[in-house]
Nanobody, 125 residues
Framework: VQLVESGGGLVQAGASLRLTCAASGTPFARYAMAWFRQAPGKEREFVAA????????YYADSVKGRFTISKDNAKNTVYLQMNSLKLEDTAVYYC???????????????????WGQGTQVTVSL
């Protein structure tokens, strides 16, 4: 299984970005996907997750109302629309995948089996 993130970049505070994570080589019919991020000197933290059906959606409190996660099962792709970006959103954003149709603790890093290489998001004044 390979996860490839794209869409990161350098933007000003208040701007928007859309991250994309394309999954390939997935033999799994059902899987949850998530976004995590890691800022310099900090732990990798949960951002958002979406379950296999797309009905279950979860966000970290810090991004609620600003970020939207969505999934296209036909394309094996998950998106993260990020609006009203803040300086504190600066981080490397990672995509993660868990082959499951059961509910999991979506905000825990160790629940996910596959990870992408990350894409840098930098928010400036």
């Amino acid at each position: 299984v390979q996860l490839v993130e794209s869409g990161g970049g350098l933007v000003q505070a208040g701007a928007s970005l859309r991250l994309t994570c394309a999954a390939s080589g997935t033999p799994f019919a059902r899987y949850a996907m998530a976004w995590f991020r890691q800022a310099p000197g900090k732990e990798r933290e949960f951002v958002a997750a979406i379950n296999w059906s797309g009905v279950g959606i979860y966000y970290a409190d810090s991004v609620k109302g600003r970020f939207t996660i969505s999934k296209d099962n036909a394309k094996n792709t998950v998106y993260l629309q990020m609006n009203s970006l803040k300086l504190e959103d600066t981080a490397v954003y990672y995509c993660a995948l868990k082959p499951t149709y059961a509910s999991i603790s979506y905000d825990l890093r160790d629940k996910y089996d596959y990870w992408g290489q990350g894409t840098q998001v930098t928010v400036s004044l």
